[in-house]
């Protein structure tokens, strides 16, 4: 297992890339969520008001 | 096609053909000066004009290599028609050996070439170390020039 | 109308496109990390050391996967692109924009693994040779076409200019790909081709095209889920999203 986490030697080099794909992949991942879920709430909050002027009016 | 599409897509393919030729240009303009080395056989031929600051590459040849004091190193390029013998006082990356392909940045000195930086080229084989053995083995046992830069079959 | 753009024309109907991607995405993401999963695996623990550079070649299990899907990405938003430029079809504009910010992430993890691999093997971070050099141009020009599609106001207007900037600048891809051969660079060759046979071991290839397989499942799974944001935002005034927003909102809050 040491051997293994060691890489022959090149350990800071091997994982630290491993490291930069993996939270290359996770932010890749989060981004479109976190914007998803920001435009759904957006909209709801707009229909929201939409529906609420239209009942008021009649 | 509606006639408006067609004029775009005329327009753009106009548009596209002309990037690809004025990139076509400038690549074939840069390739003179986008020199990024020149081999020891062309630094003997004189292309490179004096006291400049260029980069040479080439094979570490078999055996050439001699250590001196400290960091000082010295060894010769070869690219198989010319050799230039290479100073340098650094640290060397870890691929640096026997018929490795290197490139050295610095500027000539005399008859030899003075480096501020040694930097390795690797080759775009890779093989299991145990096949590499087995292969330089038979190529020994055959009378084949066994070449670090043998590509796997 | 033929029956090739009449299937375009329902594929790229928002509220199908919105449907569909809706279902595929979490099966394509499962499927990017399983394999993905599988050939990590393979690449650091199966796959056994090189010859020359030992343990430290095993970056190339990401670095190679990233650099193909850096010019992928760029041929697959170029094409979404001239759709956009020229037919005028939403998806196609919608489709060229979500897929700048991710092929600008595999850019940037090529640069920086390769820097970090440049660093013990070559002796250096970074040179100014041909491939890095039009690899960081690939950048630069997902950045410009992300740059410019925030920058004006009006979506479609904003997709259509950044499309036609993505477009031009499709001239770069054969230069990143053959600047090994076209130039003198530090960069090696090519190993895997697709023409003749590759200069890499059978032991160390699988691990490599699994990595590759992943990365592009990944790529597609990342873009429809970035699509299908852009569709509801553009589409806000439609009944159809009404009902989804108000399906959604709910479970939000």
Redesign the interface.
């Known amino acids: 297992m040491d051997d293994f986490l060691a890489m022959g030697g090149y350990a800071t080099y091997v994982w630290s890339s491993y490291a930069i794909f993996v939270v290359g992949l996770l932010i890749d991942y989060l981004a479109p969520r976190w914007r998803n879920r920001r435009i759904i709430s957006e909209l709801h909050g707009r229909f929201a008001r939409q529906k609420k002027k239209t009942e008021t009016a009649t | 096609m509606t006639p408006t599409?067609k004029r775009?897509?005329i327009m753009?393919g106009a548009?596209?053909i002309a990037?690809?030729a004025a990139?076509t240009l400038i690549?074939l303009a840069l390739?003179q000066n986008?020199?990024?080395?020149f081999t020891p056989s062309e630094i003997l031929a004189g292309k490179v004009p004096d006291g400049a600051r260029f980069r040479i590459?080439g094979m570490v040849k078999q055996g050439s290599v001699e250590r001196g004091q400290s960091l000082t190193v010295a060894f010769v390029v070869t690219d198989g028609d010319g050799d230039m013998r290479v100073e340098y006082n650094g640290?060397?990356?870890?691929?640096?050996r026997d018929n490795q392909s290197v490139?050295a940045t610095g500027s000539m000195q005399g008859n030899h070439f003075l480096a501020t930086?040694?930097?390795?080229?690797?080759?775009?084989?890779?093989?299991?170390?145990?096949?590499?053995?087995a292969m330089s083995k038979a190529h020994r046992k055959h009378d084949v020039p066994v070449e670090?830069d043998k590509?796997?079959? | 109308m033929n029956t090739l753009s009449l299937w375009f024309h329902k594929f790229g109907s928002p509220p199908t496109f919105y449907r569909l991607s809706r279902l595929l995405c979490p099966w394509l993401f499962a499927a990017a990390c399983l394999i993905g999963a599988v050939g990590l695996y393979a690449g650091l623990v199966l796959a056994?050391?090189?010859?020359?550079?030992s343990d430290?070649?095993r970056i190339?299990f990401i670095h190679v996967p990233c650099a193909w899907m850096s010019l992928f990405a760029y041929i697959f938003m170029a094409a979404n692109a001239?759709i956009a430029?020229?037919?005028r079809i939403k998806i196609s504009e919608i489709l060229a924009m979500t897929s700048a910010p991710v092929g600008a992430m595999f850019t940037a993890v090529t640069l920086l693994t390769g820097a970090i691999w440049g660093k013990?093997?070559?002796?250096?971070w970074w040179?100014w040779?041909?491939r890095l050099t039009s690899e960081l141009v690939l950048l630069f020009l997902y950045l410009g076409v992300i740059g410019l599609y925030s920058a004006i106001e009006d979506r479609r207007q904003a997709a259509r200019a950044a499309s036609f900037l993505g477009?031009?600048g499709?001239?770069?891809v054969p230069?990143v790909h053959f600047s090994v051969n076209?130039?003198?660079?530090?960069h090696?060759?090519?190993?895997v081709r697709l023409l003749g046979?590759s200069?890499?071991?059978a032991?160390?290839l699988w691990p490599l095209l699994l990595m590759a397989l992943a990365t592009h499942i990944w790529f597609f799974a990342s873009v429809l889920a970035r699509s299908r944001t852009s569709v509801l935002e553009q589409e806000s005034g439609k009944e159809w999203v009404r009902e989804i927003v108000q399906a959604q909102g709910v479970r939000h809050g």
């Open positions: 599409r775009r897509l753009i548009i596209l990037a690809a990139t690549v390739q986008m020199t990024y080395l590459g640290i060397l990356p870890d691929l640096f490139i930086e040694v930097l390795a080229k690797h080759d775009e084989n890779y093989v299991p170390r145990d096949v590499a053995e670090a590509p796997t079959p | 056994p050391a090189d010859y020359q550079q430290a070649y190339i001239f430029v020229v037919w013990p093997m070559w002796g250096t040179t040779d041909a477009l031009i499709i001239v770069n230069i076209w130039w003198n660079t530090l090696q060759g090519s190993t046979p200069r890499i071991d032991s160390m």
